[in-house]
């Protein structure tokens, strides 16, 4: 890695590090700097259940097993829920026009009037604009999480059982989840008040 740089300079380096911090110096030089990732700490909350944490952070990653991932298999590539585009990350979760009905119902149910147009930065604008209630930011949160996590779910049971991809049902579903987790953290009327639950 010093090969490049003349003797002089890295005897420079090599004293600098030595005089000021040492060898913890000279391993943060070393270190590869890797990407900055701000998402962690909002996807990884104690208040939002593991299994929706867990799915929203594979799609993040671009992990989750869309169709445009498993080109080694002989299937259709087009999403199962409009049957227009080639399903991806992106389209299965904001591209969609199904999945759009239902953010356009949570948001509206939230008071997000944001577009919302991939996972990272709608973490990054509600990080940005967490404002209101204790209640009503813990719910965006857990909502955002729940509604990636339901929306793979749906996806799933239609691909795998035939069952019916209904916007309606997935929002009642999100409204629930979200609920339940707040009443376990504040009193029922409080989460009634701030969000009609």
């Known amino acids: 890695m010093l090969q490049h740089l003349p003797n ?9 590090w030595f005089q000021s911090k ?8 070393f270190r590869p700097k890797g990407e900055q990732r701000y998402w962690p700490k909002f996807v990884w909350k104690g208040y939002i259940p593991p299994k929706y944490s867990f799915t929203t952070w594979q799609a993040i990653l671009g992990r989750l097993p869309t169709r445009d991932r498993l080109k080694f298999l002989d299937i259709n590539r087009v999403c199962p829920l409009c049957n227009m585009e080639p399903e991806s990350t992106s389209h299965i979760f904001f591209k969609c026009r199904k999945s759009r009905v239902t953010w ?3 948001k509206a149910w939230l008071g997000v009037s944001r577009p919302l147009t991939t996972i990272q930065s709608a973490i990054k604008w509600m990080a940005r604009e967490n404002f209101g209630s204790a209640i009503t930011k813990r719910a965006k949160w857990v909502a955002l999480a729940a509604t990636v996590s339901l929306i793979w779910k749906a996806r799933n049971l239609l691909v795998f059982h035939s069952i019916v991809f209904d916007p309606n049902h ?4 999100i409204k629930r989840v979200t609920c339940t ?5 504040y009193p029922e009327d409080s989460v ?3 969000l009609g639950c």
């Open 8 to 16: 002089t300079e890295v005897e420079l380096l090599w004293g600098t």
């Open 22 to 29: 040492g060898t913890s110096e000279a391993y943060e030089w």
């Open 104 to 106: 356009g119902k949570i």
């Open 170 to 173: 997935l929002v009642f579903e």
């Open 181 to 185: 987790v707040l009443y376990s953290l």
């Open 192 to 194: 009634v008040m701030a």
